[in-house]
């Protein structure tokens, strides 16, 4: 399997840096759309390919601008949610870092499926969870991913994408080995 995590494009609760952290479910701002619509010539979805995305705004939004001339199959997990790198529990979760609820979910995308592996509430958040939790979580998610035809594509948050990257093998990552604003690296083999 192939696997190509994406980072969300620039995001409203970094217009004013950091006061804008504790924002609740910030969108895509225009230079964040502006940044994904640049990134669909660089990355083409095709209808068999399947897109796992984090149940957060921006990233939803993302997925929206990524998909609109081409529709792969979109499947939304709190697994790909924001997590924080490097992990540290006695870190309180920013507000900005909020995923949507189940309900939500359904209400404002009632098109788009609900991949639930491993996961029997959604309220456990994998932005605090035990690295043996989450390791055992995102294995499930990835074995998933494995019996999916196509190519895999992960639009997520940096922490998330960069403990998954750790997790398929990559080693000695650290905050400076981020995707930023619409980066995207490609896995083969996985």
Known sequence: MDITFIRHGHAEHLLNYPSELNRLHPG??????????ALCKLIQVKPDDTIVVSPAKRTLETVELLTSSARGRVMISPLVGPRMFPQDSSYTP????????RAEIRRLYPDRQIIDVGVND???SINQMHARRFTLLAE???AWCRKQKGHIFMVSHDGTITN?????GEQGLTRNDFLGEAGYCT???V
């Open 28 to 37: 895509l701002t225009a230079q964040g759309k502006e940044q994904i619509t």
């Open 94 to 101: 920013l507000g900005c870092d909020q995923i949507y609820s």
């Open 140 to 142: 499930s998610l990835l």
């Open 164 to 168: 998954y990257r750790m997790l398929l």
């Open 122 to 124: 959604w309220e456990e």
């Open 187 to 189: 896995i083969r083999n």
